[in-house]
């Protein structure tokens, strides 16, 4: 994700803090503490934050107030909420609670506080991305300033939907668990598919590389994500690559005979086919390719 995410964890229990606060930092988060609800506020008006834990029973003020007036300050920062009370969803308005991105219930796990901490600041970013995007030459944006990181297929982004003011959170919770399961078995998939799996974003970064891409160019999958279609193709044309995109988008099929470079700097001559497909208003390329270059 980048530099270390912001964590404002607002709690006025000093144990909990504690051991969150020492658990999170060993997981790269940087995390600030504080006791109430006043002081919450004042922090997140001079400071910037990735996302906000915040207990609901605070000694000065009740959390779900705390909640509304946070969200109203900043609207696209995400809030998860702790409680110790299981029927909170039952006595609290969903005009209110629908403010929260999630919120667990104690006692919850390390695991759970960083799966829906991790979930929250890629939603944040990427809302944020959205906001104050502007048009740019798409060769002038770097890896490190992509907008987005894929794959989301592999860490989906789940969230409530802020429109629908009675959805039941705890069914979204079951929902997405049932997901991530889903999601592990597709990648269980892409791994152990011997065609060779590259997925690259509309700035033509790589996005995705399963093992067999990586065994036949000799990278490593997390250098292949570090790198554009046009390190790996000699053959490729930017002028030609948009006319593919477009004949992609009217529906046709896209399979051609080219090459593509080694990390040695050999040719090797591959079969690839090419997909488009839309995840969150964005363009995504999906290339299977098969060569009989086999690396040991």
Do not use: C
């Not at 658990?23 to 504080?34: A, H, K």
């Not at 554009?228 to 004949?247: F, G, M, S, V, W």
Request: charged share 25%; hydrophobic share 35%; no cysteine.
């Amino acid at each position: 994700m980048g530099s270390n995410p912001r964590v404002l964890l607002v709690d006025d229990d000093p144990d909990i803090s504690l051991a969150l606060s020492d658990y999170l930092g060993e997981e790269g988060f940087d995390v600030e503490v504080v006791e109430t609800g006043n002081s919450a506020l004042r922090k997140s008006s001079t400071q910037t934050y990735d996302v906000v834990l915040l207990d609901v029973g605070l000694p000065d003020r009740d959390g779900i107030e705390v909640l509304v007036e946070l969200s109203e300050r900043k609207p696209q920062l995400p809030i998860v909420l702790l409680t110790a009370f299981t029927s909170l969803r039952k006595t609290t308005s969903p005009h209110k609670l629908n403010r929260a991105f999630a919120y667990l219930t104690k006692p919850y796990t390390r695991e759970e506080v960083k799966e829906v901490l991790h979930r929250s600041i890629i939603h944040h970013r990427e809302r944020s991305n959205e906001a104050t995007r502007e048009f740019v030459d798409p060769d002038s944006v770097s890896k490190s300033d992509a907008p987005f990181h894929f794959p989301a297929i592999l860490q989906p982004i789940f969230f409530m939907n802020e429109e629908v003011p009675n959805q039941d959170i705890s069914a979204k919770s079951v929902d997405y668990q049932l997901l991530v399961e889903n999601l592990q078995r597709r990648q269980l998939v892409f791994d152990t598919m011997p065609e060779a799996i590259l997925i690259a974003d509309a700035n033509r970064h790589i996005r995705f590389a399963n093992q067999a891409a990586a065994q036949i160019l000799g990278y490593s999958e997390k250098d292949l994500e570090n790198l554009r279609i046009q390190d790996i193709a000699p053959n490729h044309d930017k002028q030609r690559y948009h006319e593919h995109l477009q004949e992609l988008r009217e529906g046709k099929t896209l399979s051609y005979y080219t090459t593509h470079l080694t990390k040695d700097g050999k040719n090797v001559p591959i079969t690839i086919s090419v997909y488009l497909f839309n995840l969150q208003g964005k363009e995504f390329t999906f290339a299977i390719t098969k060569s009989s270059l086999r690396r040991s």
